[in-house]
């Protein structure tokens, strides 16, 4: 906040907003899709049955699915963002010479999580084809492929989150926006 003048008044509080960047990367695209579908769902579902007082019954059971498809394809927004929660206190207080290992085993156990979680979302994938979603007659894969696809673009983002740190031999990354703590 700074003070500044013109010609006739004397602003104390001048209001600065921050340049837009947009990027566009594929997981920003599919859950924007993802969500505006689930958002038509959800209107034909409230329309159907406060206004027709008749409702779809494929329509709850839907929007369920596609709310696990917009998190899961979300999580890899946020892996990419890196705004996942993560503890961070043992950085701030550890020496520079114990910090970068700790980045690298932290690197390390995130891939190897997220692999061994598409591993997993692809099994239960390749299990659930063959039972039946409760009101339409497709299989259940459908909505485990979600899980996969998710964990597949947060994998992606694992690994060019590693590759970066590995570049900077697990420094402190120069573009990253910390919080102040007080």
Known sequence: MTEQTTDETLHLIVAEDPDVKIEHHPEDWISFAIFWVLAGVV????FTRY?????LAW???IARYLLIWVAFVGAAISFRRGTHISVEALHHFMPEKFVRPLRFAIDVMTVGF???LFWFSIAITERMHIQVMTVIDWPMSIVYAGVG?????????AVQAFIANARR???EDPAKQTLIMD
Do not use: H, K, P
């Not at 209107?43 to 409230?46: H, K």
């Not at 206004?51 to 409702?55: E, K, W």
């Open 169 to 171: 031999r697990w420094a």
């Open 43 to 46: 209107f034909l579902q409230f």
């Open 59 to 61: 329509t709850e059971e």
């Open 51 to 55: 206004i027709l007082n008749d409702s």
């Open 149 to 157: 696809l998710g964990c597949l673009l947060m994998l992606f983002r």
């Open 114 to 116: 997220v692999a061994l």
